[in-house]
T-cell receptor, first 111, second 114 residues
Framework: SQQGEEDPQALSIQEGENATMNCSYK?????LQWYRQNSGRGLVHLIL?????REKHSGRLRVTLDTSKKSSSLLITASRAADTASYFC???????????FGRGTSLIVHP | KAGVTQTPRYLIKTRGQQVTLSCSPI?????VSWYQQTPGQGLQFLFE???????NKGNFPGRFSGRQFSNSRSEMNVSTLELGDSALYLC?????????????FGPGTRLTVL
């Protein structure tokens, strides 16, 4: 079974708008990562946030982590058509070298 | 530094055949993981190899097997192929020395079983 569950499953926005995706998980984690996958290709690592961190930024990406609610959000600001992809959260719990992936959010950014 | 490479990129097989997929990790990475991705099941973990030993295993039948060589390159084998094995097979490498290490993915092998 998958640890992280992304919400919404699909998101369609216009270029320039912000996109927010959420990830909820069930058990305590050591860290949470976000990945992007362009259609039919490999996943690309975007950002890692550790359980003792609350917010991280990377360019137009902002990730928050609320361990009390067991949730994380990924915000993409000023979206571009090139941001069209699926976004996955992956959680790592104690003793696991392998992160567990959710089902992903499919983001479409219309030019 | 070169990324993770997978060969072949595309493969068409028929039911009952077997297939071997190859993955070359990033230099210095000792952990190689394999994932199966399908529209219905999403991204599912197959197994992970670290220093030539299978360290973690997902919930797949014994028809799915793998190995890792001393240079960290890995192969995955699927025997007696079924239609449901049609999927994108992704390989990822990492240092594999602490919890939730960042996984670096290859482009995948698209397997179609007819």
């Amino acid at each position: 079974s998958q640890q992280g569950e992304e919400d919404p499953q699909a998101l369609s926005i216009q270029e320039g708008e912000n996109a927010t995706m959420n990830c909820s998980y069930k058990t305590s984690i050591n860290n949470l990562q976000w990945y992007r996958q362009n259609s039919g290709r490999g996943l690309v690592h975007l950002i890692l946030i550790r359980s003792n961190e609350r917010e991280k930024h990377s360019g137009r990406l902002r990730v928050t982590l609320d361990t009390s609610k067991k949730s994380s959000s990924l915000l993409i600001t000023a979206s571009r058509a090139a941001d069209t992809a699926s976004y996955f959260c992956a959680t790592a719990s104690g003793g696991s070298y392998i992160p567990t992936f959710g089902r992903g959010t499919s983001l479409i950014v219309h030019p | 530094k070169a990324g993770v490479t997978q060969t072949p990129r595309y493969l068409i097989k028929t039911r009952g055949q077997q297939v071997t997929l190859s993955c070359s990790p990033i230099s210095g990475h000792r952990s190689v993981s394999w994932y199966q991705q399908t529209p219905g099941q999403g991204l599912q973990f197959l197994f992970e190899y670290f220093s030539e030993t299978q360290r973690n295993k997902g919930n797949f039948p014994g028809r799915f097997s793998g190995r890792q060589f001393s240079n960290s390159r890995s192969e995955m084998n699927v025997s007696t192929l079924e239609l449901g094995d049609s999927a994108l097979y992704l390989c990822a490498s990492s240092f594999g020395i602490r919890d939730g290490d960042t996984q670096y993915f290859g482009p995948g092998t698209r397997l179609t079983v007819l």
